[in-house]
């Protein structure tokens, strides 16, 4: 409650709530932050997206490989049809 006491001078805020309006909105702002640190959609949603870049840096890693090692067996035929 000390940041409420800056708000006004008054002490009423910390024994009940009192009507000046920077009090109701920290109280609304305060109610607010705590239904979001509460609420576990957004935990959900970094779940999926950290499981998603997982996944996206393996295809890419994957597909880099074959990309590789294929090259080197149409470079290693092409050798051996070339005859060289």
């Not at 393996?58 to 294929?70: D, E, N, P, W, Y």
Request: charge should be negative; charged fraction near 20%; hydrophobic fraction near 50%.
């Amino acid at each position: 409650m000390r940041i409420v006491n800056l708000l006004h001078t008054s002490n009423d805020c910390e024994s009940s709530p009192c009507s000046n309006p920077l009090c109701v909105q920290w109280r609304k702002r305060s109610r607010d932050v705590a239904a979001w640190i509460a609420d576990e959609d957004g935990t959900t949603a970094v779940e999926y997206a950290v499981m998603v870049a997982a996944i996206a840096v393996f295809v890419f890693v994957s597909v880099g490989l074959m990309t590789q090692a294929a090259e080197e067996n149409f470079t290693a035929t092409a050798d051996a049809i070339a005859g060289t």
